[in-house]
């Protein structure tokens, strides 16, 4: 058991010099044409348990059905529970800041016209995944780190109403629906 809780200690620390080092390298960039067709969101399910409120983008934007991924973090999350998003948790930390979770590995291996950020704790694996996720434009809120978003929407996280509207506005602006 001791050895258990310093080997999570361990992967804590090398996830933070991971993220550390991530964050400090310009963005990748992806090469995918103007316009939202595809949108991936990290929900912070803990604080927002309303995660499927995001499939009202798909009317919003007039998206295909299939065009949003959602996947939601919880910290004690228990595998029998039923959800009706993909989650994940703290207990899916690897070694070098990797996520041991298919889920999140089916998340990552497409590529998103917009990655919403959907939480505001300071959150080692949600920051970890925002960073992997491979998105033209990523959109957050105004209580995170502001080297993860392009677009940063100063909104609270219960209110779902004024950050899609805040969304559609700002996206108007900048062309892309």
């Given at each position: 058991?001791?050895?258990?809780?310093?080997?999570?200690?361990?992967?804590?620390?090398?996830?933070?010099?991971?993220?550390?080092?991530?964050?400090?390298?310009?963005?990748?960039?992806?090469?995918?044409?103007?316009?939202?067709?595809?949108?991936?969101?990290?929900?912070?399910?803990?604080?927002?348990?309303?995660?499927?409120?995001?499939?009202?983008?798909?009317?919003?934007?007039?998206?295909?059905?299939?065009?949003?991924?959602?996947?939601?973090?919880?910290?004690?999350?228990?595998?029998?529970?039923?959800?009706?998003?993909?989650?994940?948790?703290?207990?899916?930390?690897?070694?070098?800041?990797?996520?041991?979770?298919?889920?999140?590995?089916?998340?990552?291996?497409?590529?998103?016209?917009?990655?919403?950020?959907?939480?505001?704790?300071?959150?080692?694996?949600?920051?970890?995944?925002?960073?992997?996720?491979p998105a033209r434009l990523k959109v957050g809120l105004a209580a995170q780190d502001p080297k993860?978003?392009?677009?940063?929407?100063?909104?609270?996280?219960?209110?779902?109403?004024?950050?899609?509207?805040?969304?559609?506005?700002?996206?108007?602006?900048?062309?892309?629906?």
């Amino acid at each position: 058991m001791f050895l258990k809780g310093l080997q999570d200690k361990f992967k804590v620390k090398s996830g933070h010099k991971y993220l550390r080092e991530e964050l400090e390298r310009s963005p990748k960039t992806v090469a995918r044409d103007k316009g939202i067709t595809s949108v991936g969101c990290i929900v912070d399910v803990d604080n927002f348990q309303k995660a499927e409120a995001f499939y009202e983008l798909i009317e919003e934007f007039s998206l295909r059905p299939n065009a949003i991924k959602i996947i939601g973090y919880k910290r004690e999350f228990d595998k029998n529970s039923p959800y009706a998003i993909q989650m994940f948790s703290d207990k899916d930390l690897g070694w070098k800041g990797q996520i041991e979770n298919s889920y999140v590995l089916e998340f990552l291996s497409r590529e998103y016209d917009m990655l919403v950020n959907y939480y505001e704790d300071d959150n080692l694996m949600m920051k970890l995944l925002s960073v992997k996720t491979p998105a033209r434009l990523k959109v957050g809120l105004a209580a995170q780190d502001p080297k993860l978003n392009d677009l940063i929407l100063n909104t609270s996280l219960g209110d779902f109403k004024l950050f899609k509207s805040e969304l559609k506005k700002y996206l108007k602006v900048l062309k892309e629906i």
